[in-house]
């Protein structure tokens, strides 16, 4: 690929993320996009990313790197204590994603994530509940021990990623706030307390009812 076609793609890339966070991933056309872009060729989005998919995993991916890298750092450090913290951990989920508050794209970011995870069928990468180096799927094999069983069973786990993503994704919205560090630790906070919610005698029976229906 040449310079101009490069630029051309990163230029796809950068409008589709800005439109996608405005609009919503499927509320703008992607005849919109190549125009805003300011692409010549009105092929050049199927060229270079296929379709909407194509295009939307481009923008995930322009991010993913430095995510997954402070995640799994964070992760070491949990690792290499005594004993697995909660809050520890917590910090580990949301602190790598709340890092994009600070800059327009990185919040841009953020409002897709959080699109992405509240649809009526969330949209999650593959990875993190199949790839052991994903660290996301990491994040929630050193999770799992601190949870109860039927906390575990209910996607305890998912509850408090889509937690961590819509929250991060409506502070996006109106930000930057000179107390996002404040936001971010009482996210953490909340995530921790999420996590290790006690389960009532309600629940428990329901679950249990639940589990017998479904026993052939």
């Given at each position: 690929?040449?310079?101009?076609?490069?630029?051309?793609?990163?230029?796809?890339?950068?409008?589709?993320?800005?439109?996608?966070?405005?609009?919503?991933?499927?509320?703008?056309?992607?005849?919109?996009?190549?125009?805003?872009?300011?692409?010549?060729?009105?092929?050049?989005?199927?060229?270079?990313?296929?379709?909407?998919?194509?295009?939307?995993?481009?923008?995930?991916?322009?991010?993913?790197?430095?995510?997954?890298?402070?995640?799994?750092?964070?992760?070491?450090?949990?690792?290499?204590?005594?004993?697995?913290?909660?809050?520890?951990?917590?910090?580990?989920?949301?602190?790598?994603?709340?890092?994009?508050?600070?800059?327009?794209?990185?919040r841009a970011y953020l409002q897709i994530l959080g699109e992405l995870v509240n649809r009526?069928?969330?949209?999650?990468?593959?990875?993190?509940?199949?790839?052991?180096?994903?660290?996301?799927?990491?994040?929630?094999?050193?999770?799992?021990?601190?949870?109860?069983?039927?906390?575990?069973?209910?996607?305890?786990?998912?509850?408090?990623?889509?937690?961590?993503?819509?929250?991060?994704?409506?502070?996006?919205?109106?930000?930057?706030?000179?107390?996002?560090?404040?936001?971010?630790?009482?996210?953490?906070?909340?995530?921790?307390?999420?996590?290790?919610?006690?389960?009532?005698?309600?629940?428990?029976?329901?679950?249990?009812?639940?589990?017998?229906?479904?026993?052939?």
């Amino acid at each position: 690929m040449g310079t101009a076609g490069r630029e051309t793609r990163e230029r796809l890339i950068e409008t589709a993320e800005r439109l996608f966070a405005a609009e919503g991933v499927y509320g703008v056309s992607l005849r919109e996009i190549v125009r805003a872009s300011g692409a010549r060729n009105v092929t050049a989005l199927q060229y270079h990313f296929g379709d909407r998919r194509g295009l939307l995993r481009a923008v995930l991916e322009r991010h993913r790197a430095e995510v997954e890298s402070a995640r799994h750092a964070l992760l070491d450090a949990c690792e290499a204590g005594e004993r697995v913290d909660v809050r520890a951990l917590s910090a580990a989920l949301v602190r790598p994603l709340a890092a994009k508050l600070a800059y327009p794209s990185g919040r841009a970011y953020l409002q897709i994530l959080g699109e992405l995870v509240n649809r009526p069928e969330p949209l999650i990468g593959r990875a993190s509940v199949s790839d052991p180096a994903d660290s996301t799927y990491r994040w929630r094999t050193l999770t799992a021990p601190l949870l109860e069983e039927d906390a575990a069973r209910l996607h305890r786990r998912f509850v408090a990623v889509r937690f961590t993503m819509i929250e991060l994704a409506r502070r996006a919205q109106s930000g930057p706030h000179a107390d996002d560090r404040l936001f971010t630790s009482h996210l953490i906070d909340l995530v921790a307390a999420v996590l290790l919610a006690p389960l009532s005698a309600e629940t428990h029976r329901l679950a249990a009812e639940r589990d017998r229906e479904r026993t052939p």
